[in-house]
């Protein structure tokens, strides 16, 4: 069965960087491109940009260019996503989706951006 | 980008009563291979979203055929024939056209 799984919550300061890893199972990772999205507390969904898991092409929201590098080592089948810089405004949860259809979520990871 | 809206925002439903909602796009989600790139998402409380409808009308894999989705171009809608206490959660669409990919506000359902 396919499954993503998540590394734990994260607890940053302010203009610290964060990454979230995603190992996924289940399926042939190069296969699908992985995609990110966030939430923010109590906030709806929010697309950060995705990664070919292929050939290692990417695509960001403009909100996050500058910001944000996802990446992904296809040996351990695993997908990446650091974002630079954090803000209060970053906190909340990351998840790691597969493909446009984001037919598999990952559990989420907390991301809590305090001084 | 894409622009999606939702409405109600809000639904509350007896169980066993039908249950819609209208989802909008700013721009037509009919691709030239004749497939609306739209999504419907489920986000339990305290869970991940999940995939309930893919391509506009496509019922995800172990999706109870209660959930419905219809629509093209710009204008679709989620129907759920009888509503079940599970089905509580806010309610998502999302354009997978053109990046960035977009959802609309959510739409929470509960039971009266």
């Known amino acids: 069965q396919v499954h993503l799984l998540q590394s734990g919550a994260e607890v940053k300061e302010p203009g610290a960087s964060v990454k979230v890893s995603c190992k996924t199972s289940?399926?042939?990772?190069?296969?699908?491109?992985t995609h990110w999205v966030r939430q923010a507390p109590g906030q709806g969904l929010e697309w950060m940009g995705w990664?070919?898991?292929?050939?290692?092409?990417?695509n960001y929201a403009q909100k996050f260019q500058g910001r944000v590098t996802m990446t992904r080592d296809t040996s351990i089948s695993t997908a990446y996503m650091e974002l630079n810089r954090l803000t209060s405004d970053d906190t909340g949860m990351y998840y790691c989706?597969?493909?446009?259809?984001?037919?598999?979520w990952g559990q989420g990871t907390l991301v809590t951006v305090s001084s | 980008e894409i622009v999606m809206t939702q409405s109600p925002l809000s639904l509350s439903v007896t169980p066993g009563e039908p249950a819609s909602i209208s989802c909008r796009s700013s721009?037509?989600?009919?691709?030239?291979?004749?497939?609306?790139?739209l999504g419907w998402y489920l986000q339990k409380p305290g869970q991940s979203p999940h995939l309930l409808i893919y391509?506009?009308?496509n019922r995800a894999s172990g999706v109870p055929d209660r959930f419905s989705g219809s629509g093209s171009g710009t204008d679709f809608t989620l129907k759920i024939s009888r509503v079940e206490a599970e089905d509580v959660g806010v309610y998502y669409c999302?354009?997978?056209?053109?990046?960035?990919?977009?959802f609309g506000p959510g739409t929470k359902v509960d039971i009266k």
């Open positions: 989706v597969r493909d446009r259809h984001a037919d598999y």
């Open positions: 289940g399926y042939t990772f190069t296969d699908y491109y």
């Open positions: 990664i070919s898991s292929n050939t290692g092409a990417t």
């Open positions: 721009q037509s989600l009919l691709h030239s291979n004749g497939r609306n790139y």
């Open positions: 391509l506009g009308f």
């Open positions: 999302m354009q997978g056209l053109l990046a960035p990919q977009t």
